[in-house]
């Protein structure tokens, strides 16, 4: 089965430019998540998404951040405009939610640097 | 409020020597608990997990964890490590919410 796929791997931008983040979660999840991790501050949820709907987006940092999710097998992260801080690596999770269970499958992360 | 402590932010520890990272968690409610693996410029990779039943966790890569409900901890073992072991280990919670609190991490270097 493929996992939790997201592009680019790698991103370099200058600041002020947008950049957008891509996510495909397994196929038959409902809950989808984006974290962002630094040095700093270790892995922060900035938004969740359940049945294509933000559920919790009070993690988003400010409002040069932006996520959607149109359907149940895409969403993005868009920032604009980025800047320097904005460096980190962002994840994508997906889950099956289910009671009892609240496993996240997260994908290999994009790795952005803003300069 | 919950919250998650992995104490040992690095552990060194020689090739085929065993291993124990440690994680403490605070919480009033049942939790379920999880361990993540990240190896270097790679995402996070379930190791494995506790939601409820026997207290011995195994997983995958010969780690197995112990829910101790007492001590509220859940620390990660591996009786032999290997080099390919060297990652960084972070240890989560949740309440059975969506939210996941995860630990600071615990760099694991086995040396030769």
């Known amino acids: 089965d493929a996992g939790v796929i997201q592009s680019p791997r790698h991103e370099v931008t200058e600041m002020g430019q947008e950049v957008t983040l891509r996510c495909k979660p397994i196929?038959?999840?409902?809950?989808l998540f984006w974290y962002r991790q630094t040095m700093m501050r270790g892995l922060e949820l900035l938004i969740y998404?359940?049945?294509?709907?933000?559920?919790?987006d009070s993690g988003m940092p400010e409002d040069r951040f932006s996520a959607k999710m149109p359907n149940a097998s895409f969403s993005t992260l868009k920032i604009q405009p980025s800047e320097p801080r904005d460096s980190a690596v962002y994840f994508c999770?997906?889950?099956?939610?289910?009671?009892?269970?609240?496993?996240?499958?997260f994908g290999p992360g994009t790795r952005l640097l803003v300069l | 409020a919950q919250s998650v402590t992995q104490l040992d932010s690095q552990v060194p520890v020689f090739e085929e020597a065993p291993v124990e990272l440690r994680c403490n968690y605070s919480?009033?409610?049942?939790?379920?608990l999880f361990w993540y693996v990240q190896y270097p410029n790679q995402g996070l990779q379930l190791l494995l997990k506790?939601?409820?039943?026997?207290?011995l966790v195994k997983g995958i890569n010969g780690f197995e964890a112990e829910f101790n409900k007492s001590q509220t901890s859940f620390h990660l073992r591996k009786p032999s490590v290997h080099i390919s072991d060297t990652a960084e280990y972070f240890c989560?919670?949740?309440?059975?919410?969506?939210?996941?609190?995860f630990g600071t991490g615990t760099r694991l270097k086995v040396l030769a």
């Open positions: 196929s038959g999840h409902n809950s």
């Open positions: 506790y939601l409820s039943g026997s207290t």
């Open positions: 999770a997906s889950r099956w939610r289910v009671e009892g269970d609240q496993t996240q499958y």
């Open positions: 989560a919670v949740s309440s059975g919410t969506y939210k996941y609190i």
């Open positions: 919480s009033s409610v049942s939790v379920y």
């Open positions: 998404f359940n049945n294509n709907v933000p559920i919790d």
